[in-house]
């Protein structure tokens, strides 16, 4: 890996990781571009996912200082904010353990990649179109994460869940599901934000122990690598700043729709690829 390709992904880790497009799916696409597999490649995607993790701890960093004061209170802080997270984080980290090993050796292809990109922006369609066919005098939008309480906290960590599957995207999946359960688009991005932080700081340990454990003790990095790996990180935190803050704005402006059109044209390029190779892509 050079340093031109750590900073492609980079660029897609950040750009993709909080909107609903699925950082992963888009990870394997650029990497199969690049021509980059193996267990190296797959260390610095996992390692370029701290970078955007930092990006969310910088930009809502009152929130995550708020959870550190363990004072009970009933808005999204001290012991119940950290409540909240654990709910959400749970159901994902359960069938995660259960099934790391048949996603990573069954699910990281494109053809998968696809399927998971295209189904979810139907979704995303359908639940706009629901939301625009609401009669008059329906019940709006709830509004503000401190208006969750543990019941949409747990419904959403199950819509997380479904993000296990490569290409459904976890931010998309969250977003979508607080919109079902009556939550409004900002809050729902909002909170899908929160809610990657602990979820991927497990996974990005799960992960880099297992790496370590695959290859029977040895070192997968060397001091050489040092330089690449550094780079990707700092394009991955900063460019998934300037991503959050662009698509909260635009939230205010549009609804998911681009989104979800943008995912099924995606999903119809993917499969025209892999026609053309007559095969999965790996």
Known sequence: MDIFQAIILGVVEGLTEFIPVSSTGHLIISGHFLGLTGEKAATFEVFIQLGAILAVVFLYKDRFLGLISLNKTDNFSGMNGLLLLGLTTMPALFFGALAHSYIKQHLFNMTTVALGLGVGGI?????????????????????????????????????????????????????????????????????????????????????????????????????????????????????????????????GQVTLRPFGWYRIAMAVFILWLVNVNGEILK
């Not at 005098?137 to 509004?143: C, E, I, L």
């Not at 290859?215 to 700043?241: E, H, K, M, N, R």
């Open 123 to 251: 979704i995303m369609l359908l639940i706009e179109r629901k939301k625009t066919g609401q009669a008059q005098g329906a019940p709006h939008p709830r509004d503000g994460i401190d208006n969750l309480n543990w019941k949409d906290a747990l419904s959403i960590g199950f819509f997380q869940s479904l993000a296990l599957w490569p290409g459904v995207s976890r931010s998309g999946a969250t977003m979508v599901g607080g919109m079902i359960l009556g939550i409004n688009r900002k809050t729902s991005a909002e909170y899908s934000f929160l809610a990657a932080v602990p979820l991927m700081c497990a996974a990005v340990i799960f992960d880099l122990i297992k790496s370590v454990s695959d290859t029977g003790g040895a070192p997968l990095l060397q001091i050489s690598d040092a330089p690449v790996f550094a780079i990707g990180f700092i394009v991955a935190f900063f460019t998934a700043i300037l991503a959050i803050r662009y698509f909260i704005g635009l939230l």
